[in-house]
């Protein structure tokens, strides 16, 4: 009997998944055919009536929505199906960088609120740009870890706002906003004097003497790469370098002076691999937002002044990947905008 019921659950879903005047058809195919390779199983197995109870009188209209359908089936046969209220997702940031590769994890629990030891729940992830949910952002991946877990994977292709859709059997999980930036400050890469705020984005510097340096991150090999950065606090005493270097170890004082090193001063010049000269960008004051572009393919980085609307660049850069360079003394600030 528990047998022929199944069946029966079979055959009417699948005329279901004939009818294409349903919205949505293509998520809702899939999370249908989940429903289904789920019940074929059950089907083809010994089922002893104490250890599954099957009730078919659910069985909806063929107007019925199939996320209302796989609601209803997975709810009968199953009767640890996992709550998409109680389920919880590691991991979600509110900062990301562009290019970076991000990886959360879904905990699935029950009705009652208990971690799943095991798979098989349709789980989605969506994540548009911007405010306007026509725009298509990154490709996002879901791997069903079998053990109540679920991995989603993306890397950020644009800069900008953000917001992650995640679902599970067709109910919200999460609706996450976050922003991707075009780099942050590498925590990994930072001198013990520089302070990095939680978002990674603002750098300030200890009371002291030397110059002390931290790069961002991702590390750049190829293509063109903008971003800009707001200079705090400058006086007679405070110093700043900024620019790239191929040194991914380059926190130490004075290391500016590396042949590595290509980044313009505060007070007026630049270092091209380890020579000092003029730069035509002209001193920097308080609060100055300087954009800088490197350009891989024609081996140049270009920074302005959006201020005084002065530009310097430098050419002729080696054929190696760069890290962005920041260094300061003083109590000084960098933020990255």
Not at 16 to 28: A, N, P
Request: net charge negative; aromatic share 6%; proline share 4%.
């Amino acid at each position: 009997r528990h047998r022929d019921a199944l069946k029966n659950t079979i055959t009417f879903s699948k005329r279901v998944l004939q009818r294409k005047s349903i919205e949505d058809m293509s998520e809702r195919e899939a999370l249908l055919s989940t429903v289904l390779n789920r019940i074929e199983v059950l089907s083809r197995a010994e089922v002893e009536p104490t250890t599954l109870r099957l009730d078919v009188d659910f069985l909806p209209t063929l107007e019925a929505s199939l996320a209302s359908i796989a609601r209803s089936l997975l709810g009968s046969v199953t009767p640890c199906l996992a709550s998409a209220e109680n389920s919880t997702i590691d991991n979600l940031q509110p900062h990301y960088t562009k290019s970076q590769a991000v990886t959360l994890t879904v905990h699935a629990r029950s009705l009652d609120g208990e971690p799943l030891t095991v798979g098989g729940d349709f789980v989605t992830a969506r994540m548009e740009r911007g405010s306007n949910p026509s725009l298509s952002s990154s490709a996002v991946q879901v791997k069903d870890n079998q053990d109540g877990t679920y991995s989603i994977v993306f890397q950020p292709r644009h800069e900008g706002q953000h917001t992650l859709h995640v679902r599970m059997n067709g109910v919200a999980i999460v609706q996450h906003h976050f922003t991707v930036h075009c780099l942050c400050f590498d925590s990994t890469q930072c001198h013990a004097s520089i302070h990095l705020s939680s978002d990674m984005l603002t750098a300030g510097h200890a009371q002291r003497t030397a110059h002390d340096s931290v790069l961002g991150s991702p590390k750049m090999s190829h293509g063109r790469h903008c971003w800009g950065v707001k200079i705090g606090k400058t006086n007679e005493e405070q110093q700043y370098h900024i620019g790239v270097t191929t040194e991914p170890s380059t926190t130490h004082s004075t290391d500016y002076n590396n042949e590595g090193v290509f980044c313009w001063h505060n007070k007026g010049t630049k270092r091209h691999a380890g020579r000092k000269s003029e730069s035509g960008l002209g001193e920097w004051q308080p609060g100055d937002h300087l954009r800088l572009v490197l350009d891989l393919d024609a081996r140049s980085i270009r920074i302005e002044n959006l201020r005084t609307e002065k530009a310097d660049t430098i050419e002729e850069l080696p054929e190696k990947s760069f890290f962005p360079y920041f260094a300061m003394r003083l109590n000084g600030t960098i933020e990255i905008i």
